[in-house]
Structure formats: structure tokens, C-alpha cells
């Protein structure tokens, strides 16, 4: 008995003078085996996205039943995301507020009210998302032949600039002030959009010259990117799976930028044309 005990005990020395020892080794290597496990988490959203795509697809039956097949060929891809297009743009003439359209394959951004386009500017560069541009016909019909709606909008712009001056003392002065730049608009302007099915649009000004800008910037992009690495540690922990969210960004004019994010209201809807 007493023999067995001793062995026991010594076993257990033995164990944990291993462990001591090598202890540094033995948590670096936990470590780097958390760390690729996180890598390939975050690797396969993607795929978890794709196959979210498909269900939304297979879960309505009768868009499944009215879909023609023939559609699916690959040479028809460009004149059905066109199609789609057209749809889209019809549905959204019903809306009674101002609107807003982003057309990639022409690179303009439109707000448009009951269908009357009420001002257009030029995407002067874009970066398109890996999953979005390889979507089939039929997924891609499903999505965008209908208006998405802005779940969340967040931008460094004010939304309702105020101005206040001093009442003029006469009629000379009140035209003087009148011509008076608003200063507010002179912020550098940059807006993010999340869509429905997870969808999000990142407008950005296409210059940046000063140092103010180039670190507005920085934030703006540092606080998106916190922001995702926080999700995806939270589903990390709760063995969730992690959660895609295909991304376009938008660089174009920063005057045009911010009277677009003035002028489309909270609950607005997009329509989007990818077909790139």
C-alpha cells in the first residue's frame, strides 16, 4: 500500500516537474493551435455566407417555381443582373421619400424619388466583393431584384449641419453672409451602410490631401475593423459560426458624399447594380 503511494506520488513529481519545465512551450503551442483554429474560423465565413445565400433561395418556393432555368446560362449572366436591375429600380419607384442607387456597372451613385432621378455623381473608384461578383443568376436575381433596405448608417458627416451667425445689420451685410462657405461641410466626409442579408457599403471621399484627412480616415477604417474582430472573437468563444459580411467600398466626390448622406432619409432603401 505504502509502495503504490509512493510510486503515485513520484508520478505525479515526475508530471509536474514536466509541466514547470516546459511550461512556456506547452502554452505557445495552445496558443498557436487557438490562433490557426481563429484563422480558419474566420476563413470559412465566406462559405457560411454562400451557403446562407442559398437557403434564403431554396426557402422561397415560389420564387423557386417561377424561376426559368434557362436563366442560369452563362451567357445570359450580364443581361439578367441587367434585368434585375430594371426590377429593382421599378419596385423602388414606389417608395415616396428620396432614394438612393448604386450602379456599379456604370460608375454613378443616384438619389431618385418615384423614380425621378433628382441628382447623380461619378464613382471615380470601387472594390467590388469576391462573394457578390460570383454569385449565380439565380441567387443574384433572388437578392437584388428588389430594393435593400438601410438597417444602420454611420458617417463622420453631420446629418443636419447647423449654422450660426449674427443677424446682419443691414441689407449689405445680409448678401455678404449669404455667400458666407459653411464651414461644417468641410469635414472629411465617410459613411458606412449596412444592408439587408448582411450586406455593407463603405462610401469613401476620394482624396484625402491633409493630414486631418488621412487621419479621420484612419479612424473611420480602425473603428469598422475593431469592430469586426470583436464579432468574430464573440462567435469564436460561443462556438458560433462566424459571420461574413460582403463589403463594397465606394471612393468618389466629397462635396457629392455628403449631400447624398443629408439627403436620403433613416429608413431608405438601395438598390444595388454589381454587375461588373
Excluded at 162 to 189: F, G, H, M, S, W
Excluded at 237 to 264: C, G, H
Amino acid at each position: 500500500m505504502k509502495l503504490n503511494l509512493f510510486r503515485s506520488l513520484h508520478e505525479w513529481q515526475l508530471i509536474s516537474s514536466f509541466f514547470v519545465i516546459n511550461k512556456f512551450k506547452i502554452l505557445k503551442s495552445a496558443g498557436l493551435i487557438i490562433l490557426l483554429t481563429f484563422v480558419i474560423h474566420v476563413g470559412v465565413s465566406p462559405l457560411h455566407k454562400i451557403n446562407e445565400f442559398k437557403r434564403l433561395v431554396r426557402a422561397d418556393s415560389l420564387f423557386v417555381e417561377q424561376y426559368d432555368s434557362v436563366y442560369n446560362h452563362p451567357d445570359l449572366e450580364s443581361l439578367v443582373k441587367e434585368s434585375s436591375y430594371k426590377q429593382a429600380l421599378l419596385k423602388l419607384s414606389e417608395q415616396d421619400s428620396i432614394q438612393l442607387i448604386i450602379n456599379l456597372h456604370d460608375s454613378i451613385v443616384c438619389l431618385s424619388i418615384k423614380g425621378v432621378i433628382i441628382h447623380e455623381t461619378h464613382i471615380n473608384n470601387f472594390k467590388d466583393d469576391k462573394v457578390l461578383k460570383k454569385l449565380p443568376n439565380m441567387e443574384y436575381v433572388k437578392l437584388f431584384s428588389q430594393a435593400l433596405k438601410i438597417q444602420s448608417q454611420w458617417a463622420t458627416i453631420v446629418k443636419e449641419p447647423i449654422v450660426v451667425r449674427n443677424a446682419p445689420k443691414d441689407t449689405a451685410e445680409a448678401a455678404l453672409n449669404a455667400y458666407q462657405p459653411d464651414t461644417l461641410i468641410q469635414k472629411p466626409a465617410f459613411m458606412k451602410l449596412e444592408l439587408d442579408h448582411g450586406i455593407h457599403i463603405i462610401f469613401e471621399q476620394d482624396l484625402n490631401p491633409t493630414f486631418k484627412h488621412k487621419f479621420v480616415r484612419f479612424i473611420f477604417k480602425a473603428k469598422i475593423n475593431v469592430k469586426n474582430i470583436y464579432k468574430e472573437i464573440f462567435h469564436f468563444i460561443r462556438f458560433q459560426k462566424s459571420e461574413y459580411n460582403p463589403t463594397i467600398v465606394i471612393k468618389m466626390p466629397a462635396d457629392d458624399l455628403r449631400a447624398i448622406y443629408r439627403a436620403f432619409p433613416t429608413n431608405a432603401y438601395v438598390v444595388l447594380n454589381i454587375n461588373t
